[in-house]
C-alpha cells in the first residue's frame, strides 16, 4: 500500500465519524429538540432550573468604542474588575465595577436593579439610573448562559434557522423573540453547547448606543468548565456590538 493510501484509509474512519458527529439538523429535528439537547448538555433541566443565584469575580477589558477615535480601532482600553450578583430567583441584579484607564485615577462604580427601578453609585453617590441600566439587567438574567436555554425553551414561536459555521465548526441555529426582539442562539454541533447568543434592540437610554438605533448584540462563549454538581459554564464571554469588539469578561471565581 502506498503512503497516499495508507493516510486515506486511516482518515477515512475518522472523517466518517466526524461527519455523523457534525450531521447538519435534519427534517425530523424540531427546534426544541436542539434546545433541550444544549439543556441537557449544560448539566440539565432541574440543576439549570435549581438555580437560585449566580454570583463571580471577573476581569475585563473594555474596548472604549465611544471614545476612541474610529470605529475600526485601535481603541483606548479600559481594564476593569468586576463583582457581580445575579439573583435569578428574585430578577434582582447588582454589579461592582473597578474601572482603570491608564489616564485617570481608578473609578468604582456599582449599579443595582430590583422590583423595576435601578440605581447607580459613583464616587459615594447615589443616584437613580436610566433605562439603560434596566436593560442591561434584562440581559444579564435572562440571556445569561445559566438562563438563555430555558429563556428560549419557553418562546412560543422558538424555530431553526439553516445550520452555519461559526468560528470554524458547524453551528445549530435556534432562533426566538424576547421581548419583542429578535434573539438567535448558536449552538455547537459536535457538543451542543452554545457558541454565541444574538440579540437586536434599541438603548434610548444609552448615550452612544442611543444614536444608533437597533444594535447588534453578541455574545461568544469559551473557557467552558465543569462546576461541582454538573453544570458546564463558560468563564470567558466575548461580546460584539455591531460587529465592534466591545468587551471580554474573565471569571477568577
Not at 40 to 69: C, D, I, P, T
Request: glycine share 6%.
Amino acid at each position: 500500500m502506498t503512503s497516499g493510501k495508507l493516510t486515506a484509509s486511516l482518515l477515512a474512519p475518522f472523517l466518517f465519524l466526524t461527519s455523523l458527529l457534525a450531521s447538519p439538523t435534519t427534517s425530523t429535528t424540531s427546534a426544541i429538540d436542539v434546545v433541550r439537547e444544549a439543556i441537557r448538555q449544560m448539566g440539565g433541566e432541574e440543576k439549570l432550573r435549581a438555580l437560585r443565584g449566580v454570583r463571580f469575580e471577573a476581569a475585563s477589558y473594555r474596548n472604549a468604542l465611544e471614545q476612541s477615535e474610529r470605529p475600526e480601532g485601535p481603541y483606548i482600553v479600559e481594564y476593569d474588575e468586576i463583582s457581580e450578583w445575579r439573583d435569578l430567583e428574585h430578577a434582582r441584579w447588582k454589579q461592582e465595577v473597578e474601572i482603570n484607564v491608564q489616564v485617570q485615577p481608578p473609578v468604582k462604580f456599582k449599579v443595582v436593579v430590583a422590583d423595576g427601578a435601578a440605581s447607580r453609585g459613583f464616587s459615594g453617590q447615589t443616584i437613580p439610573a436610566s433605562r439603560d441600566q434596566l436593560q442591561e439587567a434584562e440581559e444579564a438574567l435572562e440571556l445569561c448562559p445559566e438562563r438563555v436555554l430555558l429563556t428560549a425553551s419557553a418562546a412560543p414561536d422558538l424555530q431553526l434557522e439553516p445550520d452555519t459555521v461559526l468560528q470554524s465548526v458547524p453551528n445549530r441555529v435556534v432562533a426566538f423573540t424576547w421581548k419583542g426582539s429578535p434573539v438567535r442562539l448558536f449552538l455547537n454541533a459536535y457538543t451542543s453547547l452554545p457558541t454565541a447568543v444574538e440579540w437586536k434592540r434599541a438603548y434610548p437610554g444609552d448615550t452612544f448606543w442611543g444614536t444608533w438605533g437597533d444594535v447588534t448584540t453578541r455574545v461568544y462563549y469559551s473557557l467552558w468548565w465543569l462546576y461541582p454538581g454538573g453544570i458546564h459554564y463558560p468563564r470567558q464571554s466575548d461580546t460584539f456590538r455591531n460587529n465592534l469588539p466591545e468587551r471580554v469578561v474573565t471569571i477568577s471565581d
